[in-house]
C-alpha cells in the first residue's frame, strides 16, 4: 500500500470510529429547510443504534422506492441463513435481473449458498425471457468480484470505463437455456 493510501486508511479508520461524525466535523448547517420553507433536522446513526422505528421507517421506503424483491436461503433449521435483494427491471433497452445485494452468514460462506442463489434467479431470468443478469460490485470487494467472476459474470457494456475514475463495477451475464 502506498503511503498516501495508507494515510487515507488512517482517515477512514478514525472517521468509522467518531461518534457524531456530523456534528465533531461541524457539517450540519444552522438552517436546513425544504425548498417550500419547511424546517428540517438531520443526525446520522450506525445501523444497530437506530431506533427500532426508524430502522422499520428507512426499509419500508427503500422497498417501496427501490421495488426490491428478497429471494431468502433457509437451513434445515428454519434459519434465515442467505439473502439476496433483486429486481426485475429494464437496463438501457435490455430486460433483465438485477442483484443489488447478496448476503450470506459468515458460518455459511463458501459453501455454495451464493451460487444456489444466483441459479435459482437465472432460472426464473430464463422463464422470464429475460436477456441478462446484473449485479454492481465495489471495485474493493474482491470476494464479491472472486464470486461474480466464478459464475460467470463478465464486466457489462455499460459500466464504468477504466480512465474513469470508478469503485464499483458494473457484471452482467447473458441469459441462456439451461
Ligand atoms: C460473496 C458471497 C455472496 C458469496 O457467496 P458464497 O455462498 O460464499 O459463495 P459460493 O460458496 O457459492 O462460492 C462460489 C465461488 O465464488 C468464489 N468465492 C466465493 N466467496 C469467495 C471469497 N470469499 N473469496 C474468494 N472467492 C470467493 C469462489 O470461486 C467460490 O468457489 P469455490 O469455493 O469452489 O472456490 C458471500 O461470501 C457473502 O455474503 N460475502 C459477504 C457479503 C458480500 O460481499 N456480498 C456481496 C455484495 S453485493
Redesign the pocket.
Known sequence: MSAAAATKKKIVKKAVRTKDLLESNNCIPEAMITLDGDPLTCYTSWATNLPSETFEWVWTLFEKNMRLIFLILKNAAGDDV?YCHYRIDMDHDYAVIY??????ETE??????????MNVLEKLAVKLGMDKMM????KY????L??FR??GFEEDETSPMEEAERDYLILSKEVSVL
Do not use: D, H, P
Open positions: 442467505a442483484c443489488y445485494e447478496i448476503q450470506v455459511y460462506q463458501r459453501k455454495g449458498l451464493g451460487s444456489i442463489i449485479a454492481t460490485v465495489f470487494n474482491i470476494r464479491s472472486n464470486f466464478k459464475i
